[in-house]
Nanobody, 124 residues
Framework: VQLQASGGGLVEPGGSLRLSCVVSGFILDYYAIGWFRQASGKEREGILCISKGNDITYYKDSVKGRFTISRDNAKNTVYLHMNSLRREDTAVYYC??????????????????WGQGTLVTVSS
């Protein structure tokens, strides 16, 4: 099981970025994928998740209306679409899966497989 996050970089405040999470070793169709982030000196936090049925669960209220998530099972890829980026969105972003029944977990401890992270820096 592998997850590979990519697409991070430097973006100005108010800008947009799309992150990708390419998975292998399991059939993406059957599982939920979540996105998390960790800013320097802070704990990792959950952002949002997409279920196998494309239901979206937001873990963090401050990204509602700015971030969304989508999946392309044929490409084994889940995307995090980030708009109206703020300096406080600067962090290393990770994707993860619980390899469960396809619903988004409420307990982050259920996430068992993680990607390596991609750095997003929001700065002018």
């Amino acid at each position: 099981v592998q997850l590979q996050a990519s697409g991070g970089g430097l973006v100005e405040p108010g800008g947009s970025l799309r992150l990708s999470c390419v998975v292998s070793g399991f059939i993406l169709d059957y599982y939920a994928i979540g996105w998390f982030r960790q800013a320097s000196g802070k704990e990792r936090e959950g952002i949002l998740c997409i279920s196998k049925g494309n239901d979206i669960t937001y873990y963090k209220d401050s990204v509602k209306g700015r971030f969304t998530i989508s999946r392309d099972n044929a490409k084994n890829t889940v995307y995090l679409h980030m708009n109206s980026l703020r300096r406080e969105d600067t962090a290393v972003y990770y994707c993860a899966t619980d390899l469960g029944y396809g619903n988004c977990p409420q307990d982050f401890d259920e996430y068992q497989s993680w990607g390596q992270g991609t750095l997003v820096t929001v700065s002018s």
